[in-house]
Protein backbone atom coordinates (compact mmCIF):
# COMPACT_ATOMS: atom_id res chain seq x y z
CA UNK A 1 0.00 0.00 0.00
CA UNK A 2 0.87 3.48 -0.65
CA UNK A 3 1.19 5.16 2.16
CA UNK A 4 2.20 8.94 3.48
CA UNK A 5 3.28 10.63 6.74
CA UNK A 6 4.53 14.30 7.23
CA UNK A 7 6.03 16.28 9.96
CA UNK A 8 6.80 20.05 9.95
CA UNK A 9 5.76 23.11 11.58
CA UNK A 10 4.98 26.69 9.39
CA UNK A 11 8.57 28.01 10.69
CA UNK A 12 10.38 24.91 12.18
CA UNK A 13 13.36 24.00 10.76
CA UNK A 14 12.01 21.52 7.83
CA UNK A 15 9.13 19.85 6.32
CA UNK A 16 9.69 15.84 6.68
CA UNK A 17 7.56 13.30 4.56
CA UNK A 18 7.66 9.80 4.34
CA UNK A 19 6.28 7.85 1.69
CA UNK A 20 6.08 3.67 1.51
CA UNK A 21 5.12 1.31 -1.02
CA UNK A 22 6.31 2.57 -3.95
CA UNK A 23 7.46 -0.14 -6.65
CA UNK A 24 11.20 -0.38 -7.02
CA UNK A 25 12.16 0.86 -10.29
CA UNK A 26 10.41 3.89 -10.90
CA UNK A 27 12.60 6.81 -12.02
CA UNK A 28 12.16 10.06 -10.35
CA UNK A 29 12.87 13.83 -11.78
CA UNK A 30 14.05 16.27 -9.24
CA UNK A 31 13.27 18.97 -11.34
CA UNK A 32 9.73 17.71 -11.80
CA UNK A 33 9.12 17.33 -7.96
CA UNK A 34 10.90 21.03 -7.78
CA UNK A 35 8.76 22.31 -10.70
CA UNK A 36 5.33 21.55 -8.96
CA UNK A 37 6.95 22.97 -5.48
CA UNK A 38 7.31 26.41 -7.62
CA UNK A 39 3.92 25.68 -9.18
CA UNK A 40 2.22 26.40 -5.35
CA UNK A 41 4.22 29.08 -4.45
CA UNK A 42 3.40 31.61 -7.36
CA UNK A 43 0.09 32.98 -8.82
CA UNK A 44 -1.06 35.98 -7.96
CA UNK A 45 -2.17 37.42 -4.37
CA UNK A 46 0.77 35.35 -2.65
CA UNK A 47 2.74 36.71 0.29
CA UNK A 48 6.33 37.63 -0.05
CA UNK A 49 7.00 34.58 1.56
CA UNK A 50 7.17 32.11 -1.04
CA UNK A 51 9.36 34.30 -2.76
CA UNK A 52 11.74 34.01 -0.01
CA UNK A 53 10.86 30.17 0.45
CA UNK A 54 11.61 28.68 -3.09
CA UNK A 55 11.46 25.35 -2.12
CA UNK A 56 13.53 22.56 -3.09
CA UNK A 57 13.23 18.96 -2.24
CA UNK A 58 16.18 17.30 -0.63
CA UNK A 59 15.67 13.22 -0.76
CA UNK A 60 17.37 11.08 1.75
CA UNK A 61 16.03 7.51 1.44
CA UNK A 62 14.89 5.61 -0.54
CA UNK A 63 16.10 6.41 -4.08
CA UNK A 64 19.27 5.78 -5.99
CA UNK A 65 20.75 7.43 -9.03
CA UNK A 66 17.31 8.84 -9.57
CA UNK A 67 15.09 5.00 -9.00
CA UNK A 68 13.03 3.87 -6.52
CA UNK A 69 14.52 0.82 -4.68
CA UNK A 70 11.51 0.05 -3.03
CA UNK A 71 12.26 1.10 0.69
CA UNK A 72 10.67 3.92 1.67
CA UNK A 73 11.27 7.33 0.51
CA UNK A 74 11.78 9.69 2.62
CA UNK A 75 12.60 13.76 2.28
CA UNK A 76 12.60 17.04 3.31
CA UNK A 77 11.91 20.60 2.10
CA UNK A 78 13.97 23.56 4.47
CA UNK A 79 12.34 25.94 5.80
CA UNK A 80 14.71 28.99 4.43
CA UNK A 81 12.55 31.04 6.30
CA UNK A 82 13.54 29.82 9.35
CA UNK A 83 16.87 31.74 10.34
CA UNK A 84 14.35 34.72 10.88
CA UNK A 85 12.32 32.21 13.54
CA UNK A 86 15.42 30.75 15.10
CA UNK A 87 15.10 31.35 18.91
CA UNK A 88 11.06 31.00 18.42
CA UNK A 89 11.10 27.54 17.18
CA UNK A 90 13.69 26.22 17.62
CA UNK A 91 12.88 22.59 19.01
CA UNK A 92 15.07 22.82 21.84
CA UNK A 93 14.83 25.46 24.74
CA UNK A 94 16.43 28.26 23.07
CA UNK A 95 19.89 29.73 24.25
CA UNK A 96 20.56 33.32 24.44
CA UNK A 97 18.23 36.49 24.36
CA UNK A 98 15.00 35.98 22.80
CA UNK A 99 15.11 37.41 18.89
CA UNK A 100 13.83 37.28 15.72
CA UNK A 101 9.84 36.30 14.89
CA UNK A 102 7.80 34.27 17.33
CA UNK A 103 9.02 35.40 20.56
CA UNK A 104 5.92 37.27 21.74
CA UNK A 105 2.70 34.18 22.61
CA UNK A 106 -0.63 34.61 20.59
CA UNK A 107 -3.02 35.30 22.27
CA UNK A 108 -5.50 36.78 20.19
CA UNK A 109 -7.04 33.59 17.63
CA UNK A 110 -7.90 34.23 14.00
CA UNK A 111 -11.50 33.51 13.63
CA UNK A 112 -11.45 31.21 10.82
CA UNK A 113 -7.45 29.76 11.57
CA UNK A 114 -6.88 26.83 13.67
CA UNK A 115 -5.65 28.94 16.82
CA UNK A 116 -8.82 29.08 19.26
CA UNK A 117 -9.66 25.05 18.31
CA UNK A 118 -6.15 23.78 18.81
CA UNK A 119 -5.14 25.94 21.23
CA UNK A 120 -8.30 23.89 23.70
CA UNK A 121 -7.49 20.86 22.51
CA UNK A 122 -3.60 20.75 23.54
CA UNK A 123 -4.12 22.96 26.12
CA UNK A 124 -1.31 25.22 24.40
CA UNK A 125 -0.94 28.45 26.12
CA UNK A 126 0.46 30.28 22.86
CA UNK A 127 -1.75 29.62 19.86
CA UNK A 128 1.57 29.42 17.79
CA UNK A 129 1.90 25.56 19.26
CA UNK A 130 -1.40 25.27 17.12
CA UNK A 131 -1.12 27.08 14.17
CA UNK A 132 2.05 26.45 13.23
CA UNK A 133 1.14 22.56 12.17
CA UNK A 134 -2.31 23.80 11.14
CA UNK A 135 -0.81 26.44 8.58
CA UNK A 136 -1.08 25.24 4.86
CA UNK A 137 2.92 26.15 4.45
CA UNK A 138 2.80 21.67 5.12
CA UNK A 139 1.57 21.36 1.77
CA UNK A 140 4.27 21.77 0.16
CA UNK A 141 5.26 18.15 0.97
CA UNK A 142 2.18 16.93 -0.02
CA UNK A 143 2.76 19.07 -3.75
CA UNK A 144 6.22 17.14 -3.46
CA UNK A 145 4.20 13.47 -2.98
CA UNK A 146 1.84 14.42 -5.41
CA UNK A 147 4.62 14.29 -7.64
CA UNK A 148 6.18 11.09 -6.74
CA UNK A 149 2.83 10.01 -7.68
CA UNK A 150 2.14 11.69 -11.06
CA UNK A 151 5.62 9.80 -11.65
CA UNK A 152 3.62 6.48 -10.74
CA UNK A 153 0.91 7.28 -12.75
CA UNK A 154 2.61 8.33 -16.15
CA UNK A 155 3.89 5.21 -15.94
CA UNK A 156 -0.05 3.98 -17.02
CA UNK A 157 -0.59 6.67 -18.95
CA UNK A 158 -2.48 8.75 -16.23
CA UNK A 159 -2.27 12.36 -16.59
CA UNK A 160 -3.87 14.78 -13.30
CA UNK A 161 -4.00 18.71 -14.07
CA UNK A 162 -5.57 21.32 -11.71
CA UNK A 163 -6.44 24.63 -12.74
CA UNK A 164 -8.02 27.75 -11.06
CA UNK A 165 -12.04 28.03 -11.97
CA UNK A 166 -13.07 30.82 -10.34
CA UNK A 167 -11.24 33.43 -8.06
CA UNK A 168 -13.92 35.78 -5.54
CA UNK A 169 -16.50 34.34 -8.14
CA UNK A 170 -14.57 36.12 -11.22
CA UNK A 171 -13.57 33.63 -13.69
CA UNK A 172 -11.56 35.21 -15.92
CA UNK A 173 -7.91 35.73 -15.30
CA UNK A 174 -7.72 39.61 -15.93
CA UNK A 175 -11.04 40.03 -13.64
CA UNK A 176 -9.59 37.51 -10.78
CA UNK A 177 -6.17 39.80 -10.64
CA UNK A 178 -8.34 43.09 -10.11
CA UNK A 179 -10.46 41.38 -7.54
CA UNK A 180 -7.09 40.20 -5.97
CA UNK A 181 -5.73 43.96 -5.89
CA UNK A 182 -9.07 45.69 -4.69
CA UNK A 183 -9.20 43.20 -1.80
CA UNK A 184 -5.57 43.58 -0.74
CA UNK A 185 -6.26 47.65 -0.78
CA UNK A 186 -9.05 46.44 1.33
CA UNK A 187 -7.31 44.63 3.92
CA UNK A 188 -9.17 41.09 3.08
CA UNK A 189 -9.05 37.94 1.39
CA UNK A 190 -10.67 36.36 -0.97
CA UNK A 191 -11.48 32.34 -1.91
CA UNK A 192 -12.65 30.09 -4.87
CA UNK A 193 -12.96 27.22 -6.60
CA UNK A 194 -10.33 25.05 -8.45
CA UNK A 195 -10.93 21.97 -10.49
CA UNK A 196 -8.89 18.44 -11.46
CA UNK A 197 -8.90 16.84 -13.75
CA UNK A 198 -7.23 13.34 -14.56
CA UNK A 199 -7.16 11.81 -18.23
CA UNK A 200 -6.77 8.49 -19.26
CA UNK A 201 -7.49 6.58 -15.72
CA UNK A 202 -8.30 2.69 -16.33
CA UNK A 203 -11.90 1.57 -15.37
CA UNK A 204 -12.02 0.08 -11.69
CA UNK A 205 -9.77 1.91 -9.71
CA UNK A 206 -11.45 2.12 -6.14
CA UNK A 207 -14.56 -0.27 -4.90
CA UNK A 208 -17.86 -0.25 -4.08
CA UNK A 209 -17.31 -3.13 -1.29
CA UNK A 210 -16.98 -0.21 1.59
CA UNK A 211 -17.32 2.86 2.12
CA UNK A 212 -13.36 3.35 3.34
CA UNK A 213 -12.67 1.91 -0.17
CA UNK A 214 -15.09 4.07 -2.36
CA UNK A 215 -12.88 6.53 -4.90
CA UNK A 216 -15.36 9.34 -4.77
CA UNK A 217 -15.09 9.28 -0.56
CA UNK A 218 -11.34 8.90 -1.25
CA UNK A 219 -11.04 11.66 -3.13
CA UNK A 220 -13.15 13.67 -1.00
CA UNK A 221 -11.47 13.66 1.52
CA UNK A 222 -8.09 14.43 0.17
CA UNK A 223 -9.40 17.12 -1.21
CA UNK A 224 -11.18 18.04 2.23
CA UNK A 225 -8.14 17.32 4.00
CA UNK A 226 -6.67 20.62 2.17
CA UNK A 227 -6.41 23.93 4.34
CA UNK A 228 -9.57 25.64 3.84
CA UNK A 229 -11.27 23.92 1.81
CA UNK A 230 -14.97 23.89 2.29
CA UNK A 231 -16.89 22.05 -0.40
CA UNK A 232 -16.08 19.13 -2.71
CA UNK A 233 -18.10 17.84 -5.80
CA UNK A 234 -17.12 15.23 -8.33
CA UNK A 235 -18.56 15.28 -11.84
CA UNK A 236 -21.77 18.02 -11.50
CA UNK A 237 -22.13 17.28 -7.57
CA UNK A 238 -24.51 19.46 -6.41
CA UNK A 239 -25.86 20.50 -9.99
CA UNK A 240 -27.07 17.36 -10.23
CA UNK A 241 -29.55 17.61 -7.46
CA UNK A 242 -31.37 20.06 -9.54
CA UNK A 243 -31.75 17.33 -13.02
CA UNK A 244 -33.88 14.61 -13.55
CA UNK A 245 -32.36 10.92 -14.04
CA UNK A 246 -32.77 11.21 -17.63
CA UNK A 247 -30.77 14.39 -17.49
CA UNK A 248 -27.90 14.00 -15.21
CA UNK A 249 -26.59 10.39 -16.12
CA UNK A 250 -24.46 9.79 -18.86
CA UNK A 251 -25.58 7.45 -21.57
CA UNK A 252 -23.37 3.96 -22.60
CA UNK A 253 -22.78 3.74 -26.30
CA UNK A 254 -21.70 0.56 -27.98
CA UNK A 255 -18.22 1.28 -27.68
CA UNK A 256 -18.78 1.38 -23.89
CA UNK A 257 -17.84 5.28 -23.81
CA UNK A 258 -20.05 8.23 -22.95
CA UNK A 259 -20.73 11.42 -24.82
CA UNK A 260 -21.16 13.06 -21.46
CA UNK A 261 -19.30 12.79 -17.83
CA UNK A 262 -21.55 14.00 -15.28
CA UNK A 263 -20.55 11.69 -13.00
CA UNK A 264 -17.17 12.89 -13.05
CA UNK A 265 -15.56 9.56 -14.37
CA UNK A 266 -16.80 7.56 -11.18
CA UNK A 267 -19.68 5.20 -10.75
CA UNK A 268 -20.59 3.13 -7.68
CA UNK A 269 -16.90 4.32 -6.28
CA UNK A 270 -15.43 2.97 -9.13
CA UNK A 271 -13.69 4.71 -11.61
CA UNK A 272 -15.57 3.70 -15.07
CA UNK A 273 -12.95 5.05 -17.97
CA UNK A 274 -14.02 8.24 -18.33
CA UNK A 275 -11.83 11.11 -17.08
CA UNK A 276 -12.05 12.14 -13.31
CA UNK A 277 -12.95 15.10 -12.59
CA UNK A 278 -13.31 16.79 -8.83
CA UNK A 279 -13.67 20.32 -7.56
CA UNK A 280 -13.49 22.31 -4.54
CA UNK A 281 -14.09 25.03 -3.26
CA UNK A 282 -12.21 26.83 -0.68
CA UNK A 283 -13.14 29.49 2.05
CA UNK A 284 -11.29 33.30 1.94
CA UNK A 285 -8.30 32.89 3.63
CA UNK A 286 -8.37 33.42 7.60
CA UNK A 287 -5.35 36.00 8.07
CA UNK A 288 -6.96 39.69 7.67
CA UNK A 289 -4.74 42.65 7.66
CA UNK A 290 -7.45 44.46 8.91
CA UNK A 291 -8.64 41.70 11.62
CA UNK A 292 -11.86 40.34 12.83
CA UNK A 293 -12.59 40.33 16.46
CA UNK A 294 -11.36 37.93 18.88
CA UNK A 295 -10.72 37.56 22.35
CA UNK A 296 -7.54 37.44 24.33
CA UNK A 297 -7.37 34.26 25.85
CA UNK A 298 -4.86 35.03 28.62
CA UNK A 299 -6.81 38.69 29.91
CA UNK A 300 -10.03 37.52 28.11
CA UNK A 301 -10.56 41.21 27.27
CA UNK A 302 -12.25 41.88 23.65
CA UNK A 303 -9.26 42.55 20.86
CA UNK A 304 -8.42 42.21 17.26
CA UNK A 305 -7.38 38.50 15.93
CA UNK A 306 -3.76 38.04 15.40
CA UNK A 307 -2.51 39.36 11.80
CA UNK A 308 1.11 38.25 10.34
CA UNK A 309 2.59 38.07 6.82
CA UNK A 310 -0.26 36.08 4.52
CA UNK A 311 -1.74 35.54 1.02
CA UNK A 312 -4.48 37.81 -0.34
CA UNK A 313 -5.73 34.59 -1.92
CA UNK A 314 -4.18 31.22 -2.64
CA UNK A 315 -6.43 29.67 -5.12
CA UNK A 316 -4.02 28.94 -7.81
CA UNK A 317 -1.38 27.55 -5.50
CA UNK A 318 -4.73 25.37 -4.36
CA UNK A 319 -5.06 24.19 -7.77
CA UNK A 320 -1.41 22.67 -7.42
CA UNK A 321 -2.38 21.37 -4.14
CA UNK A 322 -5.15 19.66 -5.10
CA UNK A 323 -3.55 17.75 -8.22
CA UNK A 324 -1.69 16.14 -6.06
CA UNK A 325 -3.62 15.37 -3.44
CA UNK A 326 -6.06 13.48 -6.54
CA UNK A 327 -3.30 12.04 -7.77
CA UNK A 328 -1.85 10.49 -4.87
CA UNK A 329 -5.48 9.17 -4.49
CA UNK A 330 -5.54 7.48 -7.69
CA UNK A 331 -1.72 6.15 -7.85
CA UNK A 332 -2.46 4.44 -4.42
CA UNK A 333 -5.71 2.77 -5.88
CA UNK A 334 -3.68 1.92 -8.96
CA UNK A 335 -1.30 0.46 -6.26
CA UNK A 336 -3.90 -1.52 -5.11
CA UNK A 337 -5.21 -2.98 -8.35
CA UNK A 338 -2.40 -3.73 -9.71
CA UNK A 339 0.25 -4.29 -6.83
CA UNK A 340 3.98 -4.66 -7.42
CA UNK A 341 6.87 -4.29 -5.64
CA UNK A 342 8.84 -4.24 -8.87
CA UNK A 343 7.84 -1.37 -11.31
CA UNK A 344 7.51 -3.62 -13.77
CA UNK A 345 5.35 -5.74 -12.19
CA UNK A 346 2.97 -3.47 -11.95
CA UNK A 347 2.80 -2.68 -15.53
CA UNK A 348 2.82 -6.13 -16.49
CA UNK A 349 -0.28 -6.97 -14.00
CA UNK A 350 -1.70 -2.73 -15.88
CA UNK A 351 -1.33 -4.63 -19.55
CA UNK A 352 -2.67 -8.02 -18.43
CA UNK A 353 -5.67 -6.28 -17.34
CA UNK A 354 -6.53 -3.94 -20.21
CA UNK A 355 -6.14 -6.81 -22.10
CA UNK A 356 -9.13 -8.54 -20.18
CA UNK A 357 -11.58 -6.00 -20.64
CA UNK A 358 -10.27 -4.86 -23.87
CA UNK A 359 -13.63 -4.14 -26.21
CA UNK A 360 -14.84 -5.86 -28.39
CA UNK A 361 -13.66 -9.01 -27.10
CA UNK A 362 -11.15 -10.81 -29.79
CA UNK A 363 -10.51 -7.48 -31.66
C1 LIG B 1 -2.15 26.85 -0.54
C2 LIG B 1 -2.78 27.48 0.69
C3 LIG B 1 -2.27 28.66 1.19
C4 LIG B 1 -2.85 29.25 2.31
N1 LIG B 1 -2.34 30.44 2.75
C5 LIG B 1 -2.91 31.03 3.82
C6 LIG B 1 -2.44 32.30 4.28
O1 LIG B 1 -1.50 32.88 3.75
N2 LIG B 1 -3.07 32.86 5.33
C7 LIG B 1 -4.12 32.25 5.97
O2 LIG B 1 -4.65 32.81 6.92
N3 LIG B 1 -4.57 31.05 5.57
C8 LIG B 1 -4.00 30.43 4.52
N4 LIG B 1 -4.48 29.21 4.10
C9 LIG B 1 -5.64 28.62 4.80
C10 LIG B 1 -5.38 28.18 6.23
O3 LIG B 1 -4.24 27.34 6.31
C11 LIG B 1 -6.61 27.47 6.80
O4 LIG B 1 -7.74 28.28 6.63
C12 LIG B 1 -6.41 27.16 8.29
O5 LIG B 1 -5.37 26.21 8.46
C13 LIG B 1 -7.67 26.62 8.97
O6 LIG B 1 -8.11 25.42 8.40
P1 LIG B 1 -9.54 25.30 7.70
O7 LIG B 1 -9.72 26.54 6.87
O8 LIG B 1 -9.45 24.06 6.86
O9 LIG B 1 -10.57 25.23 8.78
C14 LIG B 1 -3.94 28.62 2.95
C15 LIG B 1 -4.44 27.41 2.46
C16 LIG B 1 -3.87 26.84 1.32
C17 LIG B 1 -4.41 25.55 0.79
Given amino acids: MLELRTAGESHGPALVAIVSGLPAGLVLERDAIDHDLARRQHGYGRSPRQQLEQDRVEVLAGLRHGRTLGSPLAFVIRNRDHENWAWGMSPWPPEGDPTGKG????????????????????GHADARDALERASARQTAVQVAAGAVAKALLEEIGVEVAGRALEIGGEATEEDWQKATDATRADRDTLGGVVEVVAEGVPPGLGSYAEKETRLDARVAAALMGIQAVKGVEIGDGFALARLRGSEAHDEIDTDRRRGTNRAGGIEGGVTNGEPVVARAAMKPLPTLMRPLRSVDLETGEAGEALVERSDVQAVEALAVVAEAAVAWELARAAREKFGGDALSDFLAAHTAYLERIRWPQGV
Avoid at 103 to 122: C, F, N, Q, W
Wanted: no cysteine.
Fill in 103 to 122: ITPVTLPRPGHADLAGTLKY
